[in-house]
């Protein structure tokens, strides 16, 4: 059982006390470190996740063996992609790794559906999720069509920095390339620019945003 006062520090007034004393009683506590993956790709979803601190990246592969970056989770987020699985009781479709350290909640599938008619704070927690990702998925797409890769680079530097609480990105150029699903010299050839232009400054395996 979780310590239930763990919970409200995360979760109230987001949720009805009786919902937090579920949450307690079924949920599953799990900690997770950096690059851990937590989710593979064609894995039968039992649990959905709450995230209690840390960050967390969703990926999907691509049609050529890539992978593209959807969107990260962090402090009080669900994946939305998981829960649609855990609904239609379909195996994953989605990569889900730790970007840093953390701990997360893990509930039962079978209490999504009875959850959803019980609790109006659920309903809205998981409908606001869905609305969040999509939301991120939509500026993940319209980063991939209207911006240049230079641009794609920049956002994606913002973003790794902003969910790391850092104005410090440590990746090498080869996991840069393989988030934005490019190759190793496009993203060595940008960050010289970017660096030229004063937008970051490059040290070993790790950038820092100006």
Same mark, same amino acid.
């Given at each position: ?5 763990l919970?409200?520090t ?8 009786? !919902? %937090?004393?579920?949450?307690? =009683?079924i $949920?599953l506590?799990? *900690?997770?470190t950096?690059?851990?993956? +937590? ?6 979803i039992?649990?959905?996740p709450l995230l ?8 999907r592969?691509?049609?050529n063996?890539?992978e !593209? %970056?959807?969107?990260?989770l =962090?402090? $009080?987020?669900?994946? *939305?992609m998981t829960?649609?699985?855990? +609904? ?7 990569r ?47 980063n991939?069509a ?7 680079l920049?956002?994606?530097?913002i ?6 609480k850092?104005?410090t ?8 390339a393989?988030e934005?699903n490019?190759s ?12 030229n ?5 490059q040290?070993?395996?790790?950038i820092t945003?100006?």
């Amino acid at each position: 059982m979780i310590d239930k006062s763990l919970l409200t520090t995360y979760f109230s007034p987001m949720f009805e006390d009786e !919902l %937090l004393q579920e949450i307690a =009683e079924i $949920g599953l506590l799990k *900690a997770f470190t950096e690059n851990e993956i +937590l989710i593979e790709l064609d894995q039968l979803i039992t649990h959905t996740p709450l995230l209690l601190h840390g960050a967390v990246k969703i990926m999907r592969d691509d049609d050529n063996d890539g992978e !593209l %970056l959807l969107y990260y989770l =962090e402090k $009080g987020d669900t994946c *939305a992609m998981t829960m649609t699985c855990c +609904l239609g009781t379909k195996n994953s479709n989605i990569r889900a790794t730790a970007e840093t350290n953390g701990e997360m909640v893990l509930i039962p599938v079978q209490k999504m559906d009875e959850w959803l008619a019980k609790y109006a704070s659920w309903r809205a927690f998981v409908f606001t999720s869905y609305q969040d990702r999509l939301d991120e998925m939509m500026r993940s797409i319209d980063n991939l069509a209207f911006n240049d890769s230079k641009g794609r680079l920049k956002n994606y530097l913002i973003e790794v920095a902003s969910v790391n609480k850092s104005h410090t990105v440590h990746k090498t150029h080869a996991e840069i390339a393989y988030e934005l699903n490019t190759s190793r010299v496009v993203v060595s050839r940008l960050l010289k620019v970017l660096e030229n232009e004063k937008f970051i400054e490059q040290q070993r395996n790790s950038i820092t945003l100006i």
